[in-house]
C-alpha cells in the first residue's frame, strides 16, 4: 500500500506541474497578447532575427508551445515566410530550454514548500474573488499557475524519493538507451509538455532512480514528444500550417537521431571535458547544447529545408474544388468553375448550420471537398468556410478585368454577391453559436424551450430552401419570395412575443438579453442564405424584383 500510495503522490504531481503549465500558458496568451506578437513580428525579417527572437520570447513566456501557435498564425495569415518561421521554432526550441534551467538551479536547491504554498495559496485566492475583467486577474493566474508548478514540482521530487526508498528503480539502468528514448516520446507525447518530463527526469536523478545517461536519453525523446501538439494543432489547416509543424517535427526527430549515436562522447565532454559534476545542472546543459546543435545543423540548409517543404501538402494547398483546375483568364470556364465553387461554398454554410444547433433529419447531399469535412466540429467547419470564402474572392479578383463579356461580368458580379451573403450568414450563425449553447445547457424550462422552438423553425426553414435549390427553374423566384415573406413573419412574431410582458416572466434582463440576441442572430442568418441563393439561383430581372420586396434589406 505504501508503495502504491507514494506513486500516486509522483503522479498527482506530474499533473499538479502540468496544470500550473497550462494555468501559466492561458495567463501568458492574454499578458503577452499584441506587444510580442509585434515583438515576433518585427524579429522574423531575417532567420538570424528569427532565431534569437524565437529564443527570447519563449524565454520569456515559459512556453514553446504559445510561441508556437502564434508562428502557426502568422503563417497562415502570410505575415512570415516559412523558413522565417522554422527559423523562428529554432529559436523557440531553444528558449524553452530556460524553464530546465530555472528548475535545475532552484527548484532543487530550495525549500519549495514555503515558497509555493503561500503563494498558491494567497494567489488562488485573489483569483477567485476578482473580476475576469480586471487588470490584475491574468497576472493573478499567472502567480496562481506558477504555484501549482511550484507545488508539482515538489510533490514529484517527494514521490520520485519515497518511491526510490521502496522500489529499486536502478534495475531499469540495464536497458539500453534506445528504451529511455522511447519512454521519453511516449510521456512528452502524453502529458504534451516538455517541461513537465525534464521536471520529472530531473526528480528521478535527484533521488538517485536512474543514471544521467538514461536521463539524457529520456529528455531526447521528450524534443521528438513536444513536437506531438504542433502536429496536431495543424491538421486540416492551411498547407503552410502542416509544413512548419512538419518541419518543426523533422528538426527534433533528426537532430534526436545525430545526437543519439554520439551521446557517450557528448555526455563525457560535458562531465568530463567541461567538468560539470552535478548531474542536475549537466541534464539541463545537455538539453541547451542539443537545441544548439539543431541551430548549427539546419541553420545553412534553411532555404532547402523550405523548399523541400514546400512540396509537401500540395494537393491540399487550396480549399476550393473547382476553382484551383482553371485559369481566371479563361472566361468561359472560369465562370463554369466559379458557379460550381459558389453552390458548393453554399452547402457548406447550410452544413455548418445544421450542425451548430444539431438538426436531425437533415441532410445536406454534397460531395466535399474534405473526406473528414464531416468529422469537423462546428469551429473547424467554420474555419473551412472562412478558408473556402477567402480563395474564391480571391479568385474573383483574378478574374476582374479579364470578362470582356457584359453578361458574364453581370453573372459574376451575382456569384460573388451570393458568396458574400453566404458568408453573413456563417458569421451570423457563430455569433449565434455561443448563446445557443447557452440555452442548450440550460435547466432553465424557458430558455431551454426556446432553443427547442428555434432548432424547429430552422429545420422548417432550411428543408424548403434545399428543395427550392433543386426546383424547376420556373418556380424558383415564387417560392424564394414566398419562404422570404415567411422568415420576416416568423421573425416579427418572434419579437413581438419576446417583449410581452409576461411571456418570459422568469427570465432576468440578462437571459432575456441572450434569447433577443439569439434571435437575431438566427434571422439574421437565415436572410443572408437566402439572399445567397437568391443570387446564385435567379436572374437579373427576378433578383431586382425579390429585391423590392417589402421590408427586404440588402
Known amino acids: 500500500m505504501a508503495i502504491s500510495t507514494e506513486i500516486w503522490k509522483l503522479i498527482a504531481g506530474i499533473v499538479i506541474f502540468i496544470m500550473g503549465m497550462r494555468f501559466l500558458e492561458e495567463a501568458l496568451k492574454q499578458i503577452a497578447g499584441r506587444p510580442f506578437k509585434l515583438f515576433l513580428r518585427k524579429h522574423t525579417t531575417n532567420k538570424v532575427k528569427g532565431i534569437l527572437g524565437g529564443a527570447v520570447v519563449t524565454g520569456i513566456l515559459q512556453s514553446s508551445s504559445v510561441v508556437n501557435i502564434m508562428v502557426l498564425a502568422f503563417v497562415g495569415a502570410g505575415v512570415i515566410s516559412m523558413q522565417n518561421a522554422l527559423a523562428l521554432m529554432l529559436g523557440s526550441n531553444l528558449g524553452t530550454t530556460l524553464t530546465s534551467w530555472l528548475i535545475a538551479t532552484i527548484g532543487f536547491k530550495i525549500n519549495i514548500e514555503s515558497l509555493a504554498f503561500p503563494l498558491t495559496g494567497i494567489a488562488g485566492l485573489a483569483w477567485s474573488l476578482t473580476s475576469s475583467n480586471s487588470r490584475f486577474y491574468q497576472w493573478l493566474h499567472f502567480l496562481l499557475g506558477f504555484g501549482l508548478l511550484l507545488i508539482g514540482l515538489q510533490f514529484m521530487k517527494e514521490g520520485a524519493t519515497e518511491t526510490v526508498e521502496q522500489v529499486d528503480l536502478t534495475q531499469f539502468n540495464r536497458y539500453p538507451p534506445i528504451i529511455f528514448l522511447i519512454c521519453g516520446v511516449i510521456i512528452t507525447s502524453l502529458v504534451q509538455s516538455s517541461s513537465a518530463t525534464v521536471a520529472l527526469v530531473l526528480s528521478a536523478i535527484y533521488t538517485g532512480g536512474i543514471t544521467l545517461y538514461a536521463g539524457c536519453a529520456i529528455v531526447l525523446g521528450a524534443e521528438i514528444g513536444t513536437t506531438i501538439k504542433l502536429l496536431i494543432a495543424a491538421q486540416g489547416k492551411m498547407a503552410d500550417k502542416k509544413r512548419v509543424a512538419l518541419g518543426n517535427f523533422l528538426f527534433n526527430t533528426l537532430t534526436t537521431i545525430v545526437v543519439f549515436f554520439i551521446l557517450t562522447p557528448l555526455l563525457w565532454f560535458i562531465t568530463e571535458a567541461i567538468g560539470i559534476k552535478d548531474n542536475l545542472i549537466a541534464l539541463v546543459f545537455f538539453q541547451s547544447t542539443v537545441n544548439i546543435i539543431s541551430i548549427f545543423l539546419f541553420f545553412p540548409l534553411l532555404n532547402i529545408f523550405g523548399n523541400f517543404l514546400q512540396k509537401r501538402f500540395t494537393e491540399n494547398e487550396k480549399e476550393t474544388r473547382f476553382l484551383h483546375l482553371v485559369k481566371p483568364t479563361d472566361q468561359e470556364l472560369a465562370l463554369q468553375a466559379m458557379e460550381k465553387e459558389v453552390i458548393h461554398f453554399i452547402y457548406h454554410v447550410i452544413d455548418f448550420f445544421v450542425d451548430a444547433l444539431e438538426l436531425k433529419g437533415l441532410s445536406v447531399e454534397v460531395k466535399l471537398i474534405n473526406h473528414d469535412y464531416n468529422k469537423k466540429g462546428a469551429q473547424d467547419k467554420y474555419e473551412f468556410i472562412k478558408e473556402l470564402h477567402g480563395d474564391i474572392h480571391g479568385f474573383y479578383l483574378k478574374m476582374q478585368g ?146 423590392d420586396l417589402p421590408g427586404f434589406i440588402r
Do not use: C
Open 402 to 547: 479579364n470578362n470582356s463579356d457584359t453578361e458574364n461580368t453581370l453573372r459574376t458580379e451575382s456569384l460573388i454577391s451570393a458568396v458574400r451573403n453566404a458568408m453573413y450568414g456563417a458569421k451570423s450563425m457563430k455569433d449565434g453559436w455561443q448563446d445557443a449553447l447557452l440555452l442548450r445547457n440550460s435547466s432553465n424550462e424557458s430558455k431551454f424551450g426556446y432553443y427547442k422552438a428555434s432548432q424547429g423553425r430552422m429545420q422548417g426553414f432550411l428543408e424548403p430552401l434545399l428543395q427550392i435549390m433543386v426546383a424547376p427553374g420556373s418556380t424558383r423566384s415564387e417560392l424564394l419570395e414566398g419562404l422570404y415573406y415567411s422568415v420576416v413573419e416568423q421573425y416579427t412574431n418572434s419579437v413581438r412575443l419576446l417583449y410581452k410582458e409576461h411571456a418570459y416572466s422568469n427570465l432576468n434582463e440578462s437571459e432575456i438579453t441572450t434569447i433577443i440576441n439569439y434571435n437575431r442572430e438566427l434571422y439574421t442568418a437565415k436572410k443572408s442564405i437566402l439572399l445567397a441563393v437568391k443570387d446564385f439561383l435567379l436572374g437579373s430581372e427576378e433578383a431586382a424584383r425579390f429585391n
